[in-house]
């Protein structure tokens, strides 16, 4: 018999609603689990177990819904009511919302079960969860490594058993680069499919939540719970959400399958480019039309990617002054003077970084030669894909460019950690889905990440592709050894 923590959402599901599971015991191995781990992985920024019965008590007497009894962890930078949600910064100290986030609701609404915060970079700004005011999480798979970020708290619990299923965010690929680098599945929605209201904005044009899970039917069931309209966030889009495990056929015979040729160049480590290889081989034993595409802008995503995210950080940011939320600094003279101390005391140094950046690239005088320019580019890197989309239904691609990196290895080269990004950042820039699935091993055993994007708003398309691969590959299977 396999542990209780060792198994998927939608196994647990149907073992709660025939009752031979009860929650009350889940819920108790999952809190074991955490309590006997985290000391090592350190993925959570707050577990409670208390809070978590009296909200599995409140789940209990309603109906029972379609997450009922199923333990989430959410990522800190998503508001819970009464809970501190500090997106990992000194500067968040003491902040509690006063209202749940979209997303909290609904998967409330579904009875699932808020068990904790996960631990992030600070403001999600971040590859490797290291920029944390809590301390770096752990890659589960080689506790000397990162788990990838910036959800990487998320993603390691998720890794490591400590949670069935975790919520992350993704403004560059914070959901898919720590998905791939700790062997678990991570999705960013398209742009409006999911509500961000009650996420603590870091790029608002770029950022989507999104689910991390063991497997893809997970991903879809937890999909199919948050997407949806919802007239508190502006960028919402009013589309239907289909059922997303009806995408789940493990049939992709004439699915027409693109690979950009962009992708595969100098910087993927071999591990990485034999195991996607290898995936894209699996594709075509299945069935699936495999053809080239071209992505010709690709090259400029990370350069556009760093004057647009900063730039609407920069400004999002602006609100942290002292005066509405969270830290102030002790003593000041004046008010311009505690702003200032705030802030500097307050914020880590890639969040000073970032606003800096940003700064500048909104300047007058720079708006027109860098914002305005990236936004331009931002634009023929959308074209890229509406274009190539003609001829494919999804494009597949490795999610990272290496696998897991030794804590510390990156930190004082803000160039290369940026670099970590290159494959996932154009999903954000055209507004589209992506998702990461488990492809492989390096041969030091570190997890490889598969990333298979499509139209926006044809996450179905993604699911028919990755739950095809995964039912017929054993990757997602295989756990570390804790
Ligand atoms: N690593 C990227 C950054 O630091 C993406 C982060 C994210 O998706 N939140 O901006």
Redesign the pocket.
């Known amino acids: 018999m396999k542990e209780l923590y060792s198994l998927s959402a939608h196994e647990l599901q149907k073992m709660i609603a025939v009752g031979e599971v009860d929650p009350a015991t889940l819920l108790d191995a999952i809190f074991d689990r955490i309590g006997s781990l985290d000391k090592k992985v350190r993925a959570f920024a707050l577990a409670d177990k208390t809070k978590a019965n009296d909200r599995l008590k409140r789940a209990s007497e309603k109906k029972l819904g379609r997450l009922y009894g199923i333990p989430i962890l959410v990522k800190d930078n998503i508001c819970v009511k009464d809970e501190a949600t500090t997106c990992a910064s000194k500067i968040l100290a003491g902040f509690r919302p006063t209202y749940d986030a979209t997303v909290i609701r609904k998967l409330e609404d579904e009875g699932a079960v808020l068990i904790g915060k996960a631990n992030m970079?600070e403001f999600?700004?971040?590859?490797s969860c290291e920029t944390s005011c809590y301390g770096p999480t752990r890659n589960p798979w080689d506790l000397e490594r990162i788990p990838g970020?910036?959800?990487g708290g998320s993603v390691a619990a998720v890794a490591a058993d400590e949670t069935i299923a975790a919520l992350g965010?993704?403004?560059?690929?914070?959901?898919r680069?720590p998905a791939s680098l700790c062997g678990v599945v991570g999705l960013k929605p398209t742009y409006g499919r999911v509500s961000r209201y009650g996420l603590i904005a870091?790029?608002s044009s770029?950022?989507q939540i999104g689910p991390i899970t063991k497997d893809v039917r997970d991903a879809a069931l937890i999909l199919n719970v948050i997407a949806g309209y919802d007239e508190m966030d502006s960028t919402s889009v009013d589309v239907p959400v289909p059922d997303y495990t009806k995408s789940l056929t493990n049939d992709v015979k004439g699915l027409r399958i693109g690979v950009p040729k962009e992708y595969f160049i100098k910087g993927l480590d071999k591990d990485i480019e034999n195991s996607v290889k290898k995936a894209i081989d699996v594709f075509k034993k299945l069935g699936a039309k495999v053809s080239e595409v071209s992505l010709p802008h690709t090259e400029y995503a990370v350069s556009t990617?760093?004057i647009i995210?900063p730039a609407e950080a920069s400004s999002n940011l602006a609100r942290f002054d002292g005066v509405g939320y969270g830290f102030r600094a002790k003593e000041s003279a004046d008010l311009i003077d505690m702003y200032l101390k705030t802030r500097s005391e307050g914020f880590g140094d890639?969040a000073k970084r970032?606003i800096l950046l940003g700064t500048y690239c909104l300047s007058s005088g720079y708006y027109d030669a860098y914002y305005l320019k990236a936004l331009k580019v931002r634009t023929k890197i959308k074209e890229d894909f509406d274009k190539a989309f003609k001829d494919c239904d999804c494009i597949v691609t490795p999610t990272s460019p290496t696998a897991a990196f030794k804590i510390g290895e990156r930190m004082d080269d803000p160039l290369s950690?940026?670099l970590?990004?290159v494959y996932?950042?154009p999903a954000?820039m055209a507004g589209i889905p992506a998702i990461s699935v488990p492809c492989g091993f390096t041969a030091n055993g570190l997890p490889i990440g598969l990333q298979i994007l499509a139209k926006a708003f044809d996450e179905g398309a993604i699911f028919r592709a990755a739950y095809a691969f995964e039912q017929n590959t054993d990757f997602h299977l295989r756990k570390p050894k804790l």
């Open positions: 970079d999600a700004f971040g590859s970020g910036s959800s965010s993704d403004t560059g690929g914070s959901i680069q870091f790029a770029l950022d990617y760093y995210a890639e970032r950690m940026y970590s990004d996932t950042i954000n």
